[in-house]
């Protein structure tokens, strides 16, 4: 069951937001307007979470997309900017991230996503397969995408 | 004369282009993927009072909502007022 809050990890949000701006700048492939109509009924009904962290991964990560697409990042920014405000970001201390028995493993990002999920009433969606079947060995909720969207 | 459906289609078009929700995602307005409903709330002699309800943004399902006063005789907008539903 997933709930009505969903914390998204960077692929996801990546993949929604390159289909967005696709999307509004007239480039979405026939192909993928599957995938952006299925993020978009999904999404729409939920509320988004993210921490500090995912925004800095995924600046770097668009960053790349608009190198191979030859475009200038403030572009693509500029097209996201009212999509990137409407994220709900949740902050988690370093030190409580640094206190976590598994961030040797996991490390920052992954970790923060963990204790936002801990805090409960929540759904984590990533396709990071180590980090979903860590969170479901600790009782929490997390999905991989394929479970949901079946692309 | 205007009859509650063209109303209806008032109140959406004008709200369409105060919040810019005529964006195009795979063919549809943002403004329906937003789960828009029209309702009347009352109805008088000259006026339709149309209430519009749709989601906040895609990113949450909060609902905002508008009541929006149609003239009968020319399909004007006499008011609009965002509603508190909590």
């Given at each position: 069951?997933i709930?009505?809050?969903v914390?998204?990890d960077?692929?996801?949000?990546v993949d929604?937001?390159k289909?967005?701006y696709?999307?509004?700048?007239?480039?979405?492939e026939?192909?993928?307007?599957?995938?952006l109509?299925?993020?978009?009924?999904f999404?729409?009904?939920?509320?988004?979470?993210i921490?500090?962290?995912i925004?800095?991964e995924t600046?770097s990560?668009l960053?790349s997309?608009?190198?191979?697409?030859?475009?200038?990042?403030s572009f693509?920014l500029?097209?996201?900017?009212?999509y990137?405000?409407?994220?709900?970001e949740?902050?988690?201390?370093?030190d409580?991230?640094?206190?976590?028995?598994?961030?040797?493993?996991?490390?920052?990002t992954?970790?923060?996503?963990?204790?936002?999920?801990?805090?409960?009433?929540?759904?984590?969606?990533s396709?990071?397969?180590?980090?979903?079947?860590y969170?479901?060995?600790?009782?929490l909720?997390?999905?991989?995408?394929d479970?949901i969207f079946?692309? | 004369?205007?009859?509650?459906?063209e109303?209806t289609?008032?109140a959406?078009?004008?709200?369409?282009?105060?919040k810019g929700?005529?964006?195009?995602?795979?063919?549809?307005q943002?403004?329906d993927w937003?789960?828009?409903?029209a309702?009347?709330d009352?109805?008088?002699q000259?006026?339709?009072?149309i209430k519009?309800?749709?989601?906040e943004n895609?990113f949450?399902p909060n609902r905002i909502?508008?009541?929006?006063r149609?003239?009968?005789?020319d399909?004007e907008?006499v008011?609009?007022?965002?509603?508190n539903?909590?």
């Amino acid at each position: 069951m997933i709930a009505k809050d969903v914390i998204i990890d960077t692929n996801i949000l990546v993949d929604y937001f390159k289909l967005i701006y696709e999307s509004l700048n007239h480039q979405l492939e026939p192909a993928r307007n599957n995938q952006l109509i299925r993020y978009m009924d999904f999404f729409r009904r939920r509320t988004l979470y993210i921490v500090p962290q995912i925004l800095s991964e995924t600046f770097s990560l668009l960053k790349s997309y608009a190198d191979r697409k030859r475009t200038e990042i403030s572009f693509i920014l500029s097209k996201l900017l009212d999509y990137f405000q409407l994220l709900n970001e949740e902050y988690i201390a370093k030190d409580n991230i640094l206190d976590e028995n598994n961030f040797l493993r996991f490390g920052f990002t992954d970790i923060a996503l963990f204790l936002l999920l801990n805090e409960g009433n929540k759904t984590l969606i990533s396709n990071d397969y180590a980090l979903v079947m860590y969170c479901r060995s600790r009782g929490l909720n997390a999905c991989l995408p394929d479970e949901i969207f079946n692309f | 004369m205007t009859n509650l459906v063209e109303a209806t289609e008032i109140a959406k078009a004008f709200l369409v282009k105060m919040k810019g929700l005529d964006i195009l995602f795979s063919g549809r307005q943002l403004i329906d993927w937003l789960d828009f409903e029209a309702i009347k709330d009352n109805e008088t002699q000259n006026h339709y009072d149309i209430k519009c309800t749709f989601q906040e943004n895609l990113f949450t399902p909060n609902r905002i909502s508008f009541k929006i006063r149609i003239a009968k005789s020319d399909g004007e907008i006499v008011d609009v007022q965002r509603v508190n539903d909590s």
